[in-house]
């Protein structure tokens, strides 16, 4: 990272959540989020037949566990590929919680939409030069592999641009120009949230994810230096219009 750099950031996922939760027209595409505990963990399965259990701070999808509740079993997934069976939540819990080396969070888990039978996400860049407005530079799909429990281009997603996706859905015009308007208007809403609440802030990395009801969630927004290099040989023309908006804040790429 360029010692110019001038973007902040906000250091953790629950801390981004409780900015964001403050807002009316936000809150209702949160997930239920919350910090991990014993009594957090089976007040939420209880509620939810499906979880996941995050880093607080963490990229690129390292240390994430999903949790089904199936009848009386509990099933734990993670990306370093554990797959566990448990009788009981104390017996999942006695195995989880010596992993868990620093502060985690529980999220409500989201039935994901997915297009030719795996699910996806999609990464949306907001950015503002000095002293300017605020503008999504472009917005992709992460396409998930076979059996992953994340969608991510380091744990090997596939990226796809939206056009490629809606054709893949099967949407119509007035479908994806509609999800695309949505996209924009909530990401405005978060950037202007989260400046609110944190200044110096220019640049945010919002990843989506529509569920199989059509319901747009708010999986995560990243502030620390939001990861565009993968874009340089997929999608140029959306590369360099990010690493403009990039360039004017101290970023080389």
Same mark, same amino acid.
């Given at each position: 990272?360029?010692?110019?750099?001038?973007?902040?950031?906000?250091?953790?996922?629950?801390?981004?959540?409780?900015?964001?939760?403050?807002?009316?027209?936000?809150?209702?595409?949160?997930?239920?989020?919350?910090?991990?505990?014993?009594?957090?963990?089976?007040?939420? !399965?209880? /509620?939810?037949? $499906?979880?996941?259990?995050?880093?607080?701070? +963490? =990229?690129?999808?390292?240390?994430?566990? %999903? @949790?089904?509740?199936?009848?009386?079993?509990?099933?734990?997934?993670?990306?370093?590929?554990?797959?566990?069976?448990?009788?009981?939540?104390?017996?999942?819990?006695?195995?989880?919680?010596?992993?868990?080396?620093?502060?985690?969070?529980?999220?409500?888990?989201?039935?994901?939409?997915?297009?030719?039978?795996?699910?996806?996400?999609?990464?949306?860049?907001?950015?503002?030069?000095?002293?300017?407005?605020?503008?999504?530079?472009?917005?992709?799909?992460? !396409?998930? /592999?076979?059996? $992953?429990?994340?969608?991510?281009?380091?744990? +090997? =997603?596939?990226?796809?641009?939206?056009? %490629? @996706?809606?054709?893949?859905?099967?949407?119509?015009?007035?479908?994806?120009?509609?999800?695309?308007?949505?996209?924009?208007?909530?990401?405005?809403?978060?950037?202007?949230?989260?400046?609110?609440?944190?200044?110096?802030?220019?640049?945010?990395?919002?990843?989506?994810?529509?569920?199989?009801?059509?319901?747009?969630?708010?999986?995560?927004?990243?502030?620390?230096?939001?990861?565009?290099?993968?874009?340089?040989?997929?999608?140029?023309?959306?590369?360099?219009?990010?690493?403009?908006?990039?360039?004017?804040?101290?970023?080389?790429?």
């Amino acid at each position: 990272m360029s010692k110019k750099y001038r973007s902040t950031h906000i250091t953790g996922k629950l801390t981004v959540h409780h900015y964001l939760l403050s807002s009316s027209s936000i809150k209702h595409y949160l997930p239920h989020t919350i910090p991990f505990s014993k009594a957090n963990l089976e007040r939420m !399965i209880s /509620r939810y037949k $499906m979880l996941y259990i995050k880093p607080n701070a +963490g =990229s690129q999808g390292i240390g994430i566990y %999903q @949790l089904v509740r199936d009848n009386k079993r509990y099933t734990l997934k993670s990306t370093s590929k554990i797959n566990k069976s448990f009788a009981s939540l104390q017996q999942l819990y006695d195995y989880i919680k010596p992993r868990l080396r620093k502060k985690y969070i529980i999220q409500q888990g989201i039935y994901l939409e997915k297009v030719n039978g795996n699910t996806y996400d999609l990464r949306t860049m907001i950015q503002r030069k000095p002293k300017k407005a605020w503008a999504v530079t472009g917005t992709f799909a992460k !396409i998930a /592999r076979p059996n $992953m429990i994340v969608n991510n281009y380091y744990q +090997g =997603s596939r990226v796809a641009m939206m056009n %490629q @996706l809606f054709d893949r859905l099967n949407l119509d015009a007035a479908q994806s120009n509609a999800r695309m308007a949505q996209i924009h208007k909530v990401s405005h809403k978060i950037a202007e949230q989260l400046s609110k609440k944190k200044s110096g802030l220019y640049e945010l990395g919002i990843d989506y994810a529509y569920d199989h009801h059509g319901h747009l969630w708010v999986l995560e927004v990243n502030s620390r230096h939001p990861q565009i290099y993968l874009l340089k040989k997929i999608a140029p023309d959306m590369y360099n219009r990010m690493l403009k908006y990039a360039k004017s804040i101290g970023r080389s790429s």
